[in-house]
């Protein structure tokens, strides 16, 4: 019994790295989408940025041939003061020159303040680049890393089968019972444990020195009294 429970806890350190292995694969999906996530969110935003930019850009330039064209219009006006007859004529042509002045002002404040606000967006932007860039690189190396664990995971799971198989021989039938049933429900699926220091290793209840002997000698399956699981004899434990 004794070596079977030595070979036990090599099972048992196998069983948990093909779990690790098995919830890998549920979690390694879900940091993948949310960094993919992530990335998305910020390119979205660098996108709606640059197309901010570029609508802004439009408008300035329909400002601009707006501009030109009350310029232009501005300019008729003005010559035309010199060959107005009556001074009706001429007052009347002062308001339409008045008006297309306070277009024209318009115009250029709202093309200056386009400008403005362009130069803003654009600085924005650069440093929203950076930033992408950074991050960019950051998390997919981390996915790419993530992708390739998950690729190989299944091969590490069939190399611990493969180093479980081999070991299952040597641990008694009755023994391997047992151990599998405690697994599906204990926490952590930690079913055999060594003792420590006088005391189960995983509830930490203290063992009394009849028991101590009983885990010692390795006659038999012994379990905890506090959590049922099987008690083993670590080497190093000393004498009792
Ligand atoms: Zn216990």
Known sequence: MRESLHNLLKIQEIDKEINALHQSQVDFPLEIDTLEVELKNARDQLDAQQQRSEELEKNRRTF?????????????????LYE?????????????????????????????ENIEMIEEIEAQLGEDKKYYREIEKDRQKRIDELTAKLNSIEKNVRAWERKRSAIEPHVEPGLLNVYNRIREVVKGGVAVVPVHKGA?????????????????????????????????WREDEGAV
């Open 200 to 232: 189960c290793g995983g509830c930490y209840r203290q063992l009394s020195p009849q028991r101590l002997v009983e885990v010692r000698r390795a006659d038999s399956i012994l379990r905890c009294d506090g959590c049922r699981r099987i008690l083993a």
């Open 64 to 80: 601009e041939r707006d501009l030109e064209a009350i310029e232009a219009d501005l300019k008729k006006h003005q010559d035309r």
């Open 84 to 112: 107005v007859k009556t001074n009706k004529e001429y007052d009347a042509l002062q308001i339409e020159i008045a008006g297309l002045q306070d277009r024209k002002d318009d115009h250029e404040t709202a093309i200056l």
